[in-house]
T-cell receptor, first 115, second 114 residues
């Protein structure tokens, strides 16, 4: 079964500092990987996704992620944190289960931005 | 505007009662999903459906039931058999079963059972 592991359930950064949220995946086939963001008491929205092709993926709000097959990683980065980036971030992998798409999420990383 | 509507936003029930959470989408998406979110556990899949009148159990289906009688609707019933039903429930949809399709989420229903 495919899975993702997010290292660090809480991450704190200063405003203007680099944001790095870690995600490693486990997959026997080329993975389809996603990052979602959740603001308090809201649903999730897509930040970016990797399917095929370019390994550096750019998303909304200045975020990007790099797919590294050799490291089985898909870490999320942003060069300069903004207060509005404070939220919970989820890494996810899409796989086939019984012929249907099944999306499995990591446990999430809460990002705190310190002024 | 297209999207997913979950209602109600907050729901309170007494232990032993069944409760149904509503999920409606007007995105014309084929696939719909129910997830449960608990602090520190991420999102866990309860049920998913790719077409009308068909659905599959997810990782934590015990104590839950669903129906998919219409493409736009996928209600979730939390039965009295669910041992720990208090949680935040999220409904999602996607265009279909292609692995590259992303999920679109509703704003969730917070269920409290006492």
């Amino acid at each position: 079964a495919q899975s993702v592991t997010q290292l660090g359930s809480h991450v704190s950064v200063s405003e203007g500092a680099l944001v790095l949220l870690r995600c490693n995946y486990s997959s026997s086939v080329p993975p389809y990987l996603f990052w979602y963001v959740q603001y308090p008491n809201q649903g999730l929205q897509l930040l970016l996704k990797y399917t095929t092709g370019a390994t550096l993926v750019k998303g909304i709000n200045g975020f990007e992620a790099e797919f590294k097959k050799s490291e089985t990683s898909f870490h999320l980065t942003k060069p300069s944190a903004h207060m509005s980036d404070a939220a919970e971030y989820f890494c996810a992998v899409s796989s086939l289960a019984g012929g249907y798409q099944k999306v499995t999420f990591g446990i999430g990383t809460k990002l705190q931005v310190i002024p | 505007d297209g999207g997913i509507t979950q209602s109600p936003k907050y729901l309170f029930r007494k232990e032993g009662q069944n409760v149904t959470l509503s999920c409606e989408q007007n995105l014309n998406h084929d696939a719909m999903y129910w997830y449960r979110q608990d602090p520190g556990q991420g999102l866990r899949l309860i049920y998913y459906s790719q077409i009308v009148n068909d659905f599959q159990k997810g990782d934590i289906a015990e104590g839950y039931s669903v129906s998919r009688e219409k493409k736009e609707s996928f209600p979730l019933t939390v039965t009295s058999a669910q041992k720990n039903p208090t949680a935040f429930y999220l409904c999602a949809s996607s265009r279909g079963s292609t692995l590259s399709y992303e999920l679109y989420f509703g704003t969730g229903t917070r269920l409290t059972v006492t």
